[in-house]
């Protein structure tokens, strides 16, 4: 009988909801202090994790969750950027 194996758990940073990792969109800081939409979910860097609908990356960037997550200020050019790529997907 095979085992089952568990699905990764991730909070989102917006809602506070726990939910599998893959239903989630990684916001990766890479190296070079970069925000980035990270899709793979693969990128080198400290990540934070966001529902995708717009409503939570709104509330993660109002009460600045999402820079304490990432330790970093995220420019509004970056929030603008990450609204727009998540409209699109």
Known sequence: MP?????PQRLC???G???AKKELVRVVRT??????IDPSGKKAG??????PESACLEAALKSRK???ALETG???EVGERLRQRLDGS
């Open 74 to 76: 995220i420019p509004p």
């Open 13 to 15: 940073v917006g809602c």
């Open 46 to 51: 400290r990540g934070a994790y966001i529902c």
């Open 17 to 19: 909801a726990q939910r």
């Open 31 to 36: 190296p070079t202090g970069e925000v980035v």
């Open 66 to 68: 999402l820079e304490k």
């Open 3 to 7: 085992k089952q194996r568990k699905v």
